[in-house]
């Protein structure tokens, strides 16, 4: 952060804030520790930047070890409503009428592992904008809040020099069809990969993009298991795979701003014979990423469905860390703190995904070894401790249980939910076992 004893506090803050990530700063903190909390939120050299610098240069590294990343980008809104004294929010969504957005990247291997976070930006909709969407189409891309996924793709292109050995795949929903992302300039080695959410014109006989794709042949069909309650499957869709080159051509209202058309690949999945009484389960994702087989779409389809991971890791910010229960006063507090909490819920899905992953790993890559060794004790009823630390997967599961994971022979793996709850069980069973220990 520029300043050593600022980077301190916030090593130390970050440490004790992760052992409670659910509660308040009087919950979590006490004395000069709380004291510390205060002033590092309300301190204006203190910005997401950063508070983030550290981290997103460890998964620049991680980055650089894995010889694909999938650059997940998604924006989540925080609704402060309930906060009616809090100073400098803009309006959101629906009933959400005060609060700000979070616009972030998630790396991402295609195993599923999230391997950190490489950018964030907080913003707000001014509320003497509300109601001016209407006017979008008059307005420059700068001048959008679309501009965000452009951004994004600029940051992804910076980020290709820390690790260029590292094909980067940046993946956005349906909200991040955005022709400009399309027409970008980008490195090679940066691609983008996007849900399609509109039927665009294209340079075809067919004119448009999902009678193009219709009329493609099928190179080869797949079976996708739709989960019910528990372990069990709901239905066994059969999907029809389709992929080829299409020629994109801009919006309508644009042409005349001399925008070209482009050249892309569109890889397409439908549910065929499917009952009456169910709508068909459709995916049409467009790529930069060269598709010309049955193979090639089954990977980027599975890469797609790694977006579901900032999902999970908004999920636990907002529920497990609670960015939107504290009372800080201002934006600024709270974009400080959200920064902070961003790496800590990081780490919580971190844990619980390394652990399916690979969990054989020895549990040290994740707890201190006087948490572990709490955690053995409390989990056996006993002071005697193993000869060797047990695995990663082992202790997850243990710290699940502590949260509320029953562990019956039928449950689904441990979700984030319970880690985060088990995590600060474990806060509370590891004060107590350095208490009773500290004579020894």
Known sequence: ???????????????????????????????ADLKIGYRFSDNPTVDTDGVLSPHIGQTLDRMGQVPVVLAVQDTTEFNLSHLPATEGLGYGTGHNLRGFMMHSVLAVTPEGLPLGVPGMKTSIRPPDEFGKGQSRKQRTISDKESVKWLEGLEHLSALKGHCPETHIVGVCDREGDVYDVFVAERPTGVDWLVRAGRNRSVAHPEKYLWETIAAAPVPGRTELQIPGPGRTIARTAGLAL???????????????????????????????????????????????????????????????????????????????????????????????????????????????????????LPCEVLLQRVEWRALYCRMHGTTKLPPQPPSLAQVVLWIARLGGYLARKHDRPPGPTVIWRGFFALHEVTAMYRILRQNE
């Open 242 to 360: 389709r992929c080829a080159p299409v020629r994109l051509r801009p919006p309508r209202y644009r042409r005349h701003k001399g925008l070209p058309d482009i050249d892309v690949f569109a890889n397409h999945a439908i549910e065929e014979d499917v009952a009456e009484s169910l709508e068909p389960l459709e995916w049409m994702l467009l790529t930069s990423v060269r598709t010309r087989t049955h193979e090639d779409v089954l990977e980027h389809l599975a890469w797609y469905a790694r977006r579901w991971t900032i999902e999970s890791w908004h999920r636990v910010l907002r529920s497990g860390c609670r960015v939107e229960a504290p009372q800080f006063g201002n934006l600024e507090r709270f974009v400080r703190a959200t920064a902070l909490f961003a790496v800590i819920s990081w780490r919580i899905l971190y844990a619980t995904l390394l652990a399916r992953l690979d969990g054989d």
């Open 1 to 31: 952060m520029g300043d050593a004893r600022l980077t301190q506090r916030l090593i130390a803050l970050a440490r004790r804030l992760s052992r409670a990530p659910q509660c308040s700063f009087p919950q979590s903190l006490d004395g």
